[in-house]
């Protein structure tokens, strides 16, 4: 590997995400604001963790550690595999069928990326960092240096929700180390870090949960963020009123999450506009 190879944009990103996640962790579990004296109570506050550590009480600190190390596991694990890219070559299991094939309305042909060459499926969309096309595009994420595709959707998904729980357990154990009732220089000698972590949490924790709600809503209704933001521009959404994948809640989830019902895409818009186009009886 060439050396300037350790530089690139994912290997910083991803280096700055374990960096940050250790660093605050180290600071909810090491801060004390004040050394112990057995024979005076504390003046200072101390972070809940340090408390629970202090008493001998291992399953809370212990249980942190264990979700903050799933979702930085979790965190590179969706950032380094593959979103889903279409292959140059395709497989012969990746071929419609002809009876699928035959299903296909021509009006959504299938088109050739004007980038990589390849025929794109129905929600694939060409990514311009990545500089391939990927299945059921959703978003390129610039704090993973990955897209967001068919194959890391559902892990995405799943790594925002527990990102938020140790969010906002963070939030908390910050919080518990605070007082703000102390002259202004003491006050930053002794809780200024602790400070920064509390604010740097909140900024985190809004970020995560507008995220996990949109992508929420997203799936629930079968539709992918580049769809919602952009329909007027695709074309096989353009010419319908409405979502031709949305199959209700349960069944979005159930696909979503559980890869059932499967099928193509293209299968299931031709299923939608037979359905619509189907006379009243």
Not at 145 to 166: I, K, S
Request: aromatic residues 12%; neutral net charge.
């Amino acid at each position: 590997m060439a050396p300037w190879a350790l530089l690139s944009p994912g290997v910083l990103v991803r280096t700055g995400h374990t960096v940050l996640t250790w660093g605050i962790t180290l600071v909810l579990f090491l801060h004390d604001t004040g050394e112990p004296d057995p024979e005076r109570p504390r003046t200072h506050p101390i972070p809940q963790l340090r408390q629970w550590e202090e008493q001998g009480e291992l399953l809370l600190p212990l249980t942190f550690l264990l979700l903050v190390l799933g979702s930085l596991l979790l965190y590179l694990t969706v950032s380094l595999m593959d979103p889903g890219y279409v292959n140059v070559q395709p497989q012969p299991q990746e071929e419609l069928k002809e009876e699928q094939t035959a299903m296909v309305p021509p009006a959504i042909p299938l088109r050739r990326c004007r980038y990589c060459l390849v025929l794109q499926p129905l929600r694939a969309r060409h990514c311009r960092e990545c500089r391939r096309c990927v299945r059921r595009y959703d978003h390129h994420c610039p704090w993973m240096e990955n897209c967001v595709g068919e194959r890391n959707h559902p892990l995405f998904v799943v790594y925002l929700a527990l990102q938020l729980v140790v969010l906002l357990w963070g939030l908390y154990l910050a919080w518990s180390g605070l007082r703000f009732f102390q002259p202004w220089g003491l006050w930053l000698r002794s809780s200024g870090l602790l400070f920064a972590t509390f604010l740097l949490l909140s900024l985190f924790s809004l970020v995560a949960s507008l995220l996990l709600a949109s992508h929420l809503y997203l799936v629930a209704s079968n539709t992918t963020t580049w769809e919602f933001i952009s329909s007027h521009r695709i074309a096989y959404l353009r010419q319908r009123p409405g979502n031709p994948f949305d199959r209700g809640l349960t069944r979005n989830l159930a696909h979503f999450f559980c890869g059932w019902p499967s099928g193509s895409w293209e299968t299931l818009w031709a299923e939608e506009e037979e359905e619509g186009s189907s006379p009243a009886v």
